[in-house]
Every structure is written in C-alpha cells, then in structure tokens.
C-alpha cells in the first residue's frame, strides 16, 4: 500500500456511490512476479472487508489508470475483479466470484496490462461472452457483454486463474518482455504512464 486519500468513488453499479470514505492506493505486482501465478480463492462472503478491497481495487485502477484490476493483481489470494471500461469512467464493475458461462466468435485486439507496463501485444479472444458474479452486495446476477469489455472480463478471470495476456504469446516474446521488465526493475526505471491509444491497458 502507497498512499492514502478521501476520494467519491463510484462503487459496484453507476448508481451506487459513497463520499468521504477513505481508500488506499494498493501496489500492483509486476511481471514476472511468482505470486501473479497464484489461484484466487473464493469468496465466501461478501462483507465489509471484501467492499474496502473493492473500493481500493478501483482506487487504484482509476489511479493508473486502467480499466480493470483482479485482486491477485495486488497480492490478494481472492476472486474479486473491478472493471470500467467506459470512456468517461462511469461504468465502473464489480464482479466477485465471476464465472464464463459462455463464450462467442472470436476478435483480435491490442491488450495491455497494469502488472506488464510498457508492454501491448495483440491477443485473440472471444467476442461476446456470458457470465456470472456477485456484485458488491453479494447479489449474484448474470449479464451479457461484448467488445472490449468482454476482453476486460476474460484478462481479468484469467488473473484469477494465475494467468497473463502474455501467455498468449510465443515463448521467445514471453523471454524478451521479462528481461526487459526485470532489466528496467534492476536499473529503477519505470514504465511511461499508459495512454489509451495505445492499447487496452488492463
């Protein structure tokens, strides 16, 4: 954890918001950093505990800035995922527990993310997809989504599963990026901060 800072912070749905409340930037781990290898585990119940680490996930995601954060991200072993894939940063998602129930077509975007800075390779994934989560109040739902935030979802999931974009590339990618990262880690350099025309940073 980096810093801390009041902030209005939409929660969960674009309706549901709270001020004044207290977040805290969280530290994101860098590729190839073995605990983003790890499996989340369940979240049995959605309680306050579980909402301060979603209102820190999008702190930090906004802070980025990104438009999509999982908890294991920041070293956290719990299936909890935020997304806001909107534009204007109105949209914002939470899905804990989420689960692909189906998955259509297939489209090929530039992805980019938080724990891979500097990096943007394209990736092939479904187009649309089904899925299922509890949201921030523990109500599970089922929805929908197509586009870049059906890529958001899949990056994110796989997170929970232990795994990166970058597995989606050729292992000779794969050891270029790593030594890049680890040489730019050795030396304190950091990554520029990501623009969106670049790729979809999540």
Do not use: W
């Amino acid at each position: 954890m980096v810093s801390v800072r009041p902030r209005r912070l939409l929660m969960g749905r674009s309706d549901d918001f709270v001020t004044g409340f207290t977040m805290t930037l969280l530290q994101v781990l860098r590729y190839p950093d073995p605990r983003l290898r790890h499996r989340a585990r369940p979240v049995e119940r959605v309680d306050d505990e579980v909402r301060r680490l979603i209102d820190d996930l999008f702190e930090t995601m906004y802070d980025a800035p990104g438009v999509g954060l999982a908890a294991v991200q920041v070293s956290v072993d719990r299936r909890v995922v935020v997304v806001d894939a909107s534009e204007d940063k109105s949209a914002p998602l939470t899905l804990v527990n989420p689960e692909i129930l189906g998955r259509e077509g297939e489209e090929e975007s530039q992805e980019g993310c938080l724990s891979v800075p500097g990096v943007y390779e394209m990736v092939r994934r479904a187009e649309r997809i089904r899925f299922r989560a509890l949201d921030r109040d523990g109500v599970p739902f089922e929805a929908d989504a197509e586009g870049l935030l059906a890529v958001c979802i899949q990056h994110e999931c796989d997170h929970l599963e232990g795994r990166l974009f970058v597995d989606y590339l050729s292992e000779l990618k794969r050891r270029r990026i790593r030594k890049r990262l680890e040489k730019q880690r050795r030396q304190g350099v950091e990554a520029p901060a990501p623009k969106r025309r670049e790729g979809t940073v999540i």
